[in-house]
C-alpha cells in the first residue's frame, strides 16, 4: 500500500490479493517456530543493555525481574526482540508496541475524561512486522497462565482466544471505512459489555479496577506523594524509588532548581498543541523528584514534576522518562525521528485511540554534559492495568481476548489492515501456529529465567537486598 499525503493507493482486491500470495510464501505453520540468534545469550543482552542505565538503581531492576518468569518476561523485550528477528513474518509492517505484554494494556483518562482501554506502553515502539506484537502478547498469556498454574491445554485455549480475537477484530476493521477503521476505540462501556458476557464474577472485577483506576488522579498523588514543608508542597523521600532531587544534589539551592526545571517545561510547552500549552501555563513549578518506575524500565532516568494551578487542590504531576533507542532498534530500519522521545510520542499517538493532551518529547543536557531523550505524560490519569497473578482462566481468557481486539485496532491505524485480514483469513491455522509458539517460547523464558537467577547468584549480576521492614 502506497502512503503518503494524497497520494493513490493501491485498489482494494490488490491489497487483498498481497495479502494471499503471502499466504503462499509463508505459510501459518511457519509462525510455531522461535527464532534461535547465533550465539544467543539472554543474560548478556540484558547486561548490555543497561549500560547507559543509572548504575545504583540496576539491583532494583534485577531484583524485581528476579520475582518471577512473568516479571522476568517484562524486562525481557530486548531478549525476545532478537529471537523475533531470526523469525518469519509475511512482510507487512505495522506501528509496533514493541513490548505488548499482557501488563502494557489497560485503562486511562482520554482528554474528554472518559475511561478507555487501550495499549499503554510504548517505550519500544518501531514500525515493523505486526506478527512481532502478536507473538510478544501470545507468550506473555503462556507465561503468566503457567505462572497461575494452568494447565497446558487450558493455556492453549487461552492463547487461541486472544490470537483468534485479534484475526477477527482485523477482519472487521478491513471491512470499515479509513475513517472508521481510525476512530475505533473501546470504552469503558464497550469492557463492561464484553465481561457482562463471561459472568457476573468477571463483571465485579472489573468494576473493581475501573474504580481504582478513577481513584488514581492527581490529587491522590498529593496526598501520596507529597508533604506540607514550611507552608509548602514536597515530594516525600521514599529511597531508592522516589527521592526529591533536593536529597540527590544537596548543593544545589530552589531556586536554582527551578530555574532549571521551569527552562525545560517552557521549552517542552513550546512544542505542544495550543490548547494543552496554555492550559499548562496556568501551573507553576513546585518541586521534582527522581522516580523508580516499571520492571523493564528501571535504570532509566525518570523524573516526576509537581505544578499546582488555583490552589493547593489543583496539581498536576507530570512523569518525565529517558526515552532510550527501542529495543527492536537493531533489527529493524531507523526510523526518521531525531530524537527517541518523539519516537515514543509519535509512536503513542499512532496507536492509541486516545492520547494525553500533555504528551510531548523534550531532550535535556544533563549536569554530566550529556543530551538525553525524554517523553512526558501525566503520571496518574485515571491509569490502571489487570492484576495477572491470581486471574482465573476464564477471566485470563477473557482478558487475553480484549487485549488481541484492542492490538488489531491499534495495527490498522497504521498498516494495510485489508492485506493483513486477507493473510489471515478466517480459518484457525494461525492462531493453532501461535499456541505453538507460544507454548516453546515460555520454554524459553523459564530457561532464560533460571541462567538470570543463576548468574545473580553466582554474583555474576548485582540484586538489591530487601531489609527486613520490606520483607
Given at each position: 500500500m502506497?502512503?503518503?499525503?494524497f497520494m493513490r493507493p493501491d485498489s482494494l482486491r490488490d491489497r487483498e490479493r498481497r495479502g494471499l500470495q503471502a499466504r503462499t510464501l509463508v505459510a501459518w505453520d511457519a509462525h510455531a517456530v522461535v527464532g534461535t540468534p547465533e550465539g544467543r545469550d539472554a543474560v548478556r543482552v540484558l547486561i548490555d543493555q543497561e549500560t547507559t542505565r543509572v548504575a545504583d538503581l540496576l539491583p532494583i531492576r534485577h531484583e524485581r525481574m528476579l520475582a518471577s518468569p512473568f516479571a522476568f518476561y517484562r524486562g525481557a523485550a530486548a531478549i525476545m526482540a532478537g529471537d523475533l528477528a531470526c523469525g518469519t513474518s509475511s512482510g507487512f509492517h505495522v506501528q509496533l508496541c514493541g513490548d505488548a505484554h499482557l501488563s502494557n494494556f489497560g485503562v486511562f483518562g482520554s482528554p474528554e475524561r472518559r475511561l478507555v482501554f487501550d495499549v499503554t506502553d510504548f517505550d519500544e515502539t518501531l514500525p515493523g512486522p505486526w506478527e512481532w506484537d502478536v507473538k510478544r502478547l501470545a507468550a506473555s498469556l503462556a507465561v503468566a497462565g503457567r505462572e497461575n498454574a494452568f494447565d497446558e491445554k487450558t493455556i492453549g485455549k487461552i492463547v487461541r482466544s486472544a490470537v483468534r480475537r485479534y484475526q477477527k477484530a482485523m477482519v472487521g476493521l478491513a471491512g470499515l471505512s479509513n475513517l472508521e477503521a481510525w476512530y475505533s476505540h473501546v470504552d469503558v462501556e464497550d469492557a463492561q459489555r464484553f465481561a457482562s458476557t463471561h459472568g457476573a464474577q468477571a463483571t465485579t472485577r472489573l468494576e473493581t479496577a475501573l474504580r481504582k483506576a478513577r481513584n488514581r488522579d492527581h490529587l491522590r498523588s498529593l496526598s501520596k506523594l507529597t508533604?506540607?514543608?514550611?507552608?509548602?508542597?514536597?515530594f516525600v523521600a521514599d529511597p531508592p524509588v522516589l527521592i526529591p532531587l533536593s536529597d540527590l544534589a544537596p548543593g544545589r539551592t530552589r531556586r536554582e532548581t527551578a530555574a532549571d526545571v521551569e527552562g525545560i517545561l517552557r521549552e517542552y510547552a513550546g512544542k505542544l498543541g495550543a490548547g494543552p500549552r496554555q492550559l499548562l501555563g496556568t501551573y507553576r513549578f513546585v518541586d521534582i523528584a527522581r522516580k523508580v518506575v516499571g520492571v523493564g524500565s528501571v535504570g532509566t532516568r525518570c523524573w516526576v514534576v509537581l505544578l499546582l494551578g488555583r490552589d493547593e487542590n489543583d496539581p498536576l504531576f507530570l512523569q518525565v522518562k529517558e526515552a532510550p533507542s527501542s529495543a527492536l532498534a537493531p533489527f529493524l530500519e531507523p526510523g526518521a525521528h531525531r530524537d527517541e522521545g518523539a519516537?515514543?510520542?509519535?509512536?503513542?499517538?499512532?496507536?492509541?485511540?486516545?492520547?494525553d493532551a500533555f504528551l510531548g518529547a523534550q531532550r535535556v543536557t544533563g549536569?554530566?554534559?550529556?543530551?538525553?531523550?525524554?517523553?512526558?505524560r501525566q503520571l496518574h490519569n485515571w491509569k490502571g492495568s489487570a492484576r495477572v497473578a491470581g486471574m482465573e482462566p476464564k477471566h485470563m481468557r477473557a482478558y487475553g481476548g480484549l487485549c488481541g481486539s484492542t492490538l488489531a485496532r491499534a495495527h490498522a491505524r497504521s498498516g494495510d489492515r485489508i492485506a493483513i485480514a486477507s493473510y489471515l483469513g478466517?480459518?484457525?491455522?494461525?492462531?493453532?501456529?501461535?499456541?505453538a509458539f507460544a507454548s516453546a517460547y515460555a520454554d524459553r523464558n523459564e530457561e532464560d529465567f533460571a541462567r538470570f537467577a543463576h548468574a545473580i547468584a553466582s554474583g555474576d549480576v548485582p540484586a538489591r537486598t530487601r531489609t527486613a521492614e520490606e520483607v
Open positions: 502506497t502512503s503518503g499525503a508533604t506540607l514543608v514550611d507552608g509548602e508542597r514536597r519516537r515514543v510520542v509519535d509512536g503513542q499517538r499512532v496507536m492509541q485511540a486516545a492520547s549536569r554530566d554534559g550529556i543530551r538525553r531523550d525524554f517523553y512526558v478466517d480459518g484457525d491455522g494461525f492462531a493453532r501456529a501461535v499456541v
